[in-house]
């Protein structure tokens, strides 16, 4: 008898146990705690980004976050110009502009977050050979300034890139005649 009691027991406290736990959700997501991970995942570094790229491409753990990951990455202008890859870096820079302006903190983070951006166009240059390298930082500072003064790289016109295309193809030729 006892031994059935204890069994009795032991089956109620843990129906009532998962009910509780069930019934009970995490805490939720404060305003400060989303404004630290947005912050940590908007700074210049490289390791940011990589923080970032890594939530960007397994969101589950960050769904409570309530994050906005829409992207238009880089607007009218070219996503890759010339073949360089901005796409990423526009992306993380759309996951800044928009997420600051949803809490409200954009004009208080928009200098960091266009620099940010820079600093990732910059990274993808040094991944390229030397030889088209230079092409590939003045279209990183072209798109910079055009996020830096007009909030967005659809700013960057043809003549920008048609410049950086001929700073590459006279690179390259030369480079060619070594």
Same mark, same amino acid.
């Given at each position: 008898m006892p031994?059935?009691?204890?069994t009795?027991?032991?089956?109620?406290?843990l129906a009532?146990? %998962?009910?509780l736990?069930? !019934?009970?959700? =995490?805490a939720?997501?404060?305003?400060?705690?989303?404004l630290?991970?947005? /912050? @940590?995942?908007?700074?210049t570094?490289?390791?940011?980004?990589?923080?970032?790229n890594? %939530?960007?491409?397994?969101? !589950?753990?960050w =769904?409570?976050?309530?994050?906005n990951w829409?992207?238009?990455?880089?607007? /009218? @202008?070219?996503?890759?110009?010339l073949?360089?890859?901005?796409?990423?870096?526009?992306y993380?820079?759309?996951?800044?502009?928009?997420?600051?302006?949803?809490?409200g903190?954009?004009p208080?983070?928009?200098?960091?977050v266009?620099?940010a951006?820079?600093?990732?166009?910059?990274?993808?240059?040094?991944t390229?050979?030397?030889?088209?390298r230079p092409?590939?930082?003045?279209?990183a500072w072209?798109y910079?300034?055009?996020?830096n003064?007009f909030?967005?790289?659809?700013?960057?016109?043809?003549?920008?890139?048609?410049?950086?295309?001929?700073?590459?193809?006279?690179a390259?030729?030369?480079?060619?005649?070594?």
């Amino acid at each position: 008898m006892p031994r059935r009691l204890a069994t009795l027991l032991a089956s109620g406290a843990l129906a009532l146990l %998962a009910t509780l736990t069930i !019934a009970s959700p =995490a805490a939720a997501v404060t305003p400060a705690q989303r404004l630290s991970v947005l /912050s @940590s995942w908007t700074q210049t570094s490289a390791s940011s980004y990589n923080s970032w790229n890594s %939530a960007r491409v397994n969101r !589950a753990p960050w =769904a409570e976050y309530n994050f906005n990951w829409s992207t238009d990455y880089c607007s /009218s @202008s070219p996503d890759n110009p010339l073949g360089f890859t901005f796409n990423l870096g526009c992306y993380r820079h759309d996951f800044g502009y928009r997420n600051y302006k949803a809490v409200g903190q954009f004009p208080a983070n928009k200098s960091r977050v266009d620099s940010a951006f820079y600093a990732d166009l910059k990274r993808v240059c040094t991944t390229y050979n030397s030889v088209v390298r230079p092409a590939c930082y003045s279209l990183a500072w072209t798109y910079y300034q055009a996020v830096n003064i007009f909030g967005s790289v659809a700013a960057v016109q043809q003549a920008d890139i048609d410049r950086a295309a001929q700073m590459k193809a006279q690179a390259e030729a030369k480079a060619a005649t070594r």
